[in-house]
């Protein structure tokens, strides 16, 4: 049998979870409501996070636009996906919500900018 104490960061009452796993049962315990229950499941069987972060602009009216993982992404993957960000740029203009890197790691999942940037 493990044990994992987590904090649910579904919403600002932060409760004290814990989840309890036997073979092929898993059970929490310490949440107030069912997202608890459903995001202890999830961080402990596929734990997933959104990375934000931001790439280099060309003739932008500032240096670098910030960016997000459109949704969250596979945990694992996060150090891919910051090292295709890393290497990323864009010319302005830069629109909030353009995509900024398709398919980002091979994760389905889109970087999109999160403000917009005009010519300099």
């Known amino acids: 049998m493990e044990v994992k104490e987590l904090i649910c960061i579904n919403c600002p009452m932060g ?8 073979g092929e ?3 929490v315990t310490g949440n107030t ?12 069987l596929s734990p997933t ?3 934000t972060s931001s790439v ?4 932008g009216s500032i240096a670098r636009v910030s960016v997000k993982t459109k949704t969250d992404i596979p945990k694992g993957k996060i150090f891919d996906v910051m090292k295709e960000i890393r290497a990323a740029h864009v ?7 353009d995509v900024v890197i ?5 994760t389905g999942v889109d970087v ?9």
């Not at 398709?102 to 091979?106: E, M, P, W």
């Open 102 to 106: 398709a398919d980002c790691a091979g």
């Open 112 to 120: 999109i900018a999160t403000k917009s940037v005009g010519h300099a």
């Open 25 to 27: 049962s898993l059970s």
């Open 91 to 97: 010319d302005a203009p830069v629109q909030m919500g």
């Open 15 to 22: 409760c004290p979870l814990t989840v309890t796993i036997d």
């Open 33 to 44: 409501c069912p997202r608890g229950e459903d995001y202890a499941k999830k961080e402990v």
């Open 56 to 59: 280099r602009v060309s003739g």
């Open 49 to 51: 996070r959104i990375v």
